[in-house]
Each structure stands twice: as C-alpha cells, then as structure tokens.
Nanobody, 117 residues
Framework: QGQFVESGGGLVQPGGSLRLSCIASGFTFSTYGMAWYRQFPGKERELVAAVAKASGATNYEASVRGRFTISKDNAKNTVYLDMNHLQPEDTAVYYC??????????WGQGTQVTVSS
C-alpha cells in the first residue's frame, strides 16, 4: 500500500514561488506515473499535474500550465511540483498520489499552500 509524505507548502505572496516535495513508499515508485492534486475548501480534489512513468510525458491542468512543473526522481522516490507566479486562486491543500490519470493509493496528509499578500 502506497504512502505519501508531502512537504514544502507555506504562505507566499502573489507572484512568488514554492517547491513541493512528496516522498513515496510502499510500492515500486519507478513503475508508476505520479501526479499532484489540490483540494479547495468544500471541493473535490482535482488533478493539477501528472508525469508518466517511463516517457516522462507530462500533463497539466489548464490554469497552471506554463507556471507549474512536475518532475520525479526515481532514485529518491520523490515527486516535485515547482510552482511559479503563484496566485491567490492557487491556495489549496496539495496532495500527491501514484497514477497518471487516476489516484491509485490512499491519500497522505497533504501540504497547505496559501497565496496572500
């Protein structure tokens, strides 16, 4: 059963940047695509960015394309989300999970990102 520990969130001003990290365990990391999701208060989790297991192909939600970059380091069992030009509407709890299109395992605790002046 996969487990995830997300970190790197915090309070940042509009236009700022953050790097989220997610350390995965309990499964063979290199054989899965990985994805970041976010959840706004009272809403369902939505897919933000995904990276394929082998090709490295990526997919982004329209509002973050060009601002966020997902990457994975198989040697460290870690997936990253580099977030630039952050806006208040990016404020949410961010989670990672295995799978390119749909989450595979149960969720971790997430990391809170707050964009505010």
């Amino acid at each position: 059963q996969g487990q995830f520990v997300e970190s790197g969130g915090g309070l940042v001003q509009p236009g700022g940047s953050l790097r989220l990290s997610c350390i995965a365990s309990g499964f063979t990391f290199s054989t899965y695509g990985m994805a970041w999701y976010r959840q706004f208060p009272g809403k369902e989790r939505e897919l933000v960015a995904a990276v394929a297991k082998a090709s490295g192909a990526t997919n982004y939600e329209a509002s973050v394309r060009g601002r966020f970059t997902i990457s994975k380091d198989n040697a460290k069992n870690t997936v990253y989300l580099d977030m630039n030009h952050l806006q208040p509407e990016d404020t949410a709890v961010y989670y990672c999970n295995a799978g390119f299109k749909n989450p595979v395992f149960t969720w971790g605790q997430g990391t809170q990102v707050t964009v505010s002046s």
